[in-house]
């Protein structure tokens, strides 16, 4: 496959940010016209069989379910009795992402987002636990790692994106802690299964967006070296847009995960085939974004929910022939990929 070099229009100081300010609201590759970053050109793949379609956490009409537990309900049990419970549900959430990975593999969905509380009150501060507590934790960690194997052998992408309770960069620093415990089991789970992304959030502009951004990369400092390889950072449509982040992104090494929908939403100046070039070059890796479309349309009242399925004409453009996975936030779930698979004309292909 011969990659064509597409360059998008040049525009200078590519180590001087705008400032930072709310774009207007906006359909699909509408955006003012400003004086942004310097965007690298893309490597477009001509024969459009490099987007790589992402599933997230869970299924609409496959039987396949994944359980969770309520701190509230274990906490009347006897820890050996919650320990127990909560193992069963742990191999429980093993099968379900196996069968979840080999639906995937036979339905040409390249990649899937695994719900973070698949080890159910992991970090919980009262009923969290150490998998070697579980009666089965061996088999349960064993059983992971071959659904690692298998994703690896059917060339999978596997990622997880953290509860909104994850703030690297809170003014409490209880809040950060956890969140950075919660980053490292994640990690931990991550390298089970092979998942190469962990996809947070900005966090709060508490004021002053400058300083709540060196918190954030503050934040990054404190993870280990395996839970920040994998850390990527996702621009959303109330605080922080592609502009704001990319300097973080910069200073820390963090990929950025270009959440189209939310840049829709939030925009900053940059054009959509600017804001890919920006976020494709911070990757050392496949780049991973976000689609979605709105459910009452662009011109509805809250364009920010997401609707069941994706309009194909929300998909991106100059996203077409990229090498890049495309997680597809839609409420349809597994029913919304398939249609846009078939809708993009990528077949099978993973």
Same mark, same amino acid.
């Given at each position: 496959?011969?990659?064509?070099?597409?360059?998008?229009?040049?525009?200078? #100081?590519?180590?001087?940010?705008?400032?930072?300010? =709310?774009? =207007?609201?906006?359909?699909?590759?509408?955006?003012? !016209?400003?004086?942004?970053?310097?965007?690298?050109?893309?490597?477009?793949?001509?024969?459009?069989?490099?987007?790589?379609?992402?599933?997230?956490?869970?299924?609409?009409?496959?039987?396949?379910?994944?359980?969770?537990?309520?701190?509230?309900?274990?906490?009347?049990?006897?820890?050996?009795?919650?320990?127990?419970?909560?193992?069963?549900?742990?191999?429980?959430?093993?099968?379900?992402?196996?069968?979840?990975? =080999?639906?995937?593999?036979?339905?040409?969905?390249?990649?899937?987002?695994?719900?973070?509380?698949?080890?159910?009150?992991?970090?919980?501060?009262?009923?969290?636990?150490?998998?070697?507590?579980?009666?089965?934790?061996?088999?349960?960690?064993?059983?992971?790692?071959?659904?690692?194997?298998?994703?690896?052998?059917?060339?999978?992408?596997? @990622?997880?994106?953290?509860?909104?309770?994850?703030?690297?960069?809170?003014?409490?620093?209880?809040?950060?802690? *956890? *969140?950075?415990?919660?980053?490292?089991?994640?990690?931990?789970?991550?390298?089970?299964?092979?998942?190469?992304?962990?996809?947070?959030?900005?966090?709060?502009?508490?004021?002053?967006?400058?300083?709540?951004?060196?918190?954030?990369?503050? #934040?990054?400092?404190?993870? *280990?070296?395996?839970?920040?390889?994998?850390?990527?950072?996702?621009?959303?449509?109330?605080?922080?847009?592609?502009?704001?982040?990319?300097?973080? @992104?910069? !200073?820390?090494?963090?990929?950025?995960?270009?959440?189209?929908?939310?840049?829709? @939403?939030?925009?900053?100046?940059? !054009?959509?085939?600017?804001?890919?070039?920006?976020?494709?070059?911070?990757?050392?890796?496949?780049?991973?974004?976000?689609?979605?479309?709105?459910?009452?349309?662009?011109?509805?009242?809250?364009?920010?929910?997401?609707?069941?399925?994706?309009?194909?004409?929300?998909?991106?453009?100059?996203?077409?022939?990229?090498?890049?996975?495309?997680?597809?936030?839609?409420?349809?779930?597994?029913?919304?990929?398939?249609?846009?698979?078939?809708?993009?004309?990528?077949?099978?292909?993973?």
């Amino acid at each position: 496959m011969t990659p064509v070099r597409v360059a998008p229009a040049a525009f200078p #100081g590519y180590k001087k940010l705008p400032d930072p300010r =709310r774009g =207007r609201r906006a359909g699909p590759g509408r955006f003012p !016209s400003s004086d942004p970053l310097r965007a690298p050109a893309l490597d477009i793949a001509t024969d459009g069989n490099g987007i790589r379609l992402g599933l997230c956490c869970t299924f609409r009409d496959e039987p396949i379910k994944f359980f969770t537990a309520t701190a509230g309900h274990l906490g009347k049990k006897p820890r050996a009795e919650a320990l127990a419970r909560l193992g069963e549900l742990c191999l429980a959430n093993a099968e379900a992402l196996m069968a979840a990975l =080999r639906f995937c593999a036979e339905s040409g969905i390249g990649c899937f987002r695994v719900n973070s509380q698949i080890l159910p009150l992991k970090t919980h501060p009262q009923a969290g636990y150490r998998v070697e507590e579980l009666p089965e934790g061996d088999a349960i960690v064993r059983r992971f790692h071959e659904c690692g194997a298998f994703a690896r052998s059917r060339g999978l992408r596997t @990622c997880l994106h953290p509860d909104q309770f994850v703030v690297l960069n809170s003014q409490r620093p209880d809040v950060v802690a *956890s *969140s950075v415990a919660e980053l490292e089991y994640q990690a931990e789970f991550a390298d089970w299964i092979g998942a190469d992304v962990l996809i947070v959030h900005g966090g709060g502009a508490f004021g002053d967006k400058p300083a709540a951004l060196e918190a954030f990369c503050r #934040g990054v400092d404190r993870l *280990s070296p395996a839970a920040r390889s994998r850390l990527a950072v996702e621009n959303d449509d109330r605080v922080y847009t592609p502009t704001e982040l990319l300097p973080a @992104c910069r !200073s820390t090494g963090l990929p950025l995960v270009y959440d189209v929908h939310h840049h829709r @939403c939030l925009g900053d100046g940059l !054009s959509i085939e600017e804001a890919t070039a920006l976020a494709v070059a911070t990757w050392d890796r496949e780049p991973l974004f976000h689609l979605s479309s709105p459910i009452e349309g662009w011109d509805g009242p809250k364009p920010s929910r997401h609707h069941d399925f994706i309009d194909v004409g929300d998909f991106p453009a100059c996203w077409r022939g990229l090498a890049l996975t495309v997680e597809v936030e839609a409420k349809a779930k597994e029913a919304a990929v398939l249609k846009l698979r078939d809708e993009l004309g990528l077949g099978d292909l993973p």
